[in-house]
């Protein structure tokens, strides 16, 4: 059978199997972890001062505690990136595992495995571009000394970016796990991870915006967190996706607008 035939062969994944319940579950534990507060940051005495869902604190926290503080950052960001992607991505990972059917366990783990821990790396690895820009230009004192402007013109890269060709080529990508399989499928567990690599790469291109938004908001603001994680699983799932990827747009540039205009005066 080819992989093909096994990819158009969907009446075998309609119904929920192991690999969307664990996923879920997962996404699930990433949630409560965050909720709970069970993830580690260094201390310091910018902790003392400010909370950590201010803008720029857990990425200034984190460069202020050297390599040990930049590894617990990325812990965090990872588990936020399972918590807020792992649920819209489920299609994919069901529609992949049914192409598996005939893989005995141990290759039906391992490549399950390598498609689900590449996209997780990459996402995580994305921790490093909030990191990098705060040692530029710090965000904490930026966003207290000059909120509103920053804000402003986050929302307006936000609007652009909502409203450009690029976001809706990845969101189709991330719309259509079918026609991605089809395209991108690769045998074997090194397949997976490529395969891996090229959803994330699609996912990223699709929602780096909203993550930029989420950063100058606070990236431990959970509000913020959740409200963009609703927007973009929406956008990636729901039959009027593009529709709510457009009417975001708008709306944030019109608002980032007003707030420049209003930060000018």
């Known amino acids: 059978m080819t992989t093909r035939d096994s990819v158009r062969q ?29 993830l580690p940051m260094p201390g310091g005495e910018m902790g003392m001062e400010m909370r950590m869902s201010d803008p720029g604190v857990p990425e200034a926290m984190a460069l202020e505690g050297g390599v040990v503080g930049i590894v617990l950052y990325l812990v965090m960001w990872g ?21 598996l059917r005939e893989a005995s366990r141990t290759a ?3 490549r399950l495995g390598a498609l689900l821990g590449t996209y997780t790396l990459v996402w995580t690895l994305t921790g490093l571009v909030p990191l990098a820009v705060n040692a530029a230009v710090p965000i904490a004192p930026l966003a207290a000394d000059r909120g509103p402007l920053l804000f402003g013109g986050v929302l307006v890269v936000l609007g652009g970016y909502q409203l450009s060709p690029y976001k809706y080529r990845c969101l189709d990508r991330c719309r259509s796990p079918f026609g ?30 909203l993550f930029v938004l989420m950063v100058v908001a606070g990236s431990m603001n959970v509000l913020w967190m959740a409200g963009i994680a609703v927007v973009l699983s ?32």
Not at 24 to 33: E, Q
Not at 79 to 99: N, W
Not at 234 to 256: C, H
């Open 79 to 99: 588990t936020m990136m399972i918590a807020m992607m792992y649920p819209s991505s489920v299609p994919l990972f069901r529609l992949y595992d049914g192409t």
């Open 234 to 265: 929406l956008e990636r799932t729901v039959s009027w996706g593009p529709q709510l990827a457009r009417a975001v747009g708008a709306v944030a540039a019109v608002g980032g607008v007003a707030m420049l205009a209003v930060a000018m005066v």
């Open 10 to 38: 969907r009446p075998a994944v309609r119904r929920i199997p192991v690999v969307a319940l664990v996923v879920y579950g997962i996404a699930l534990l990433a949630w409560v972890a965050i909720l709970r507060r069970w």
């Open 180 to 209: 991605f399989l089809l395209t991108y499928h690769r045998a074997g567990v090194v397949g997976a991870a490529r395969m891996g690599w090229a959803f994330s790469r699609f996912c990223v291109g699709c929602c780096w915006a």
């Open 108 to 110: 039906r783990f391992g």
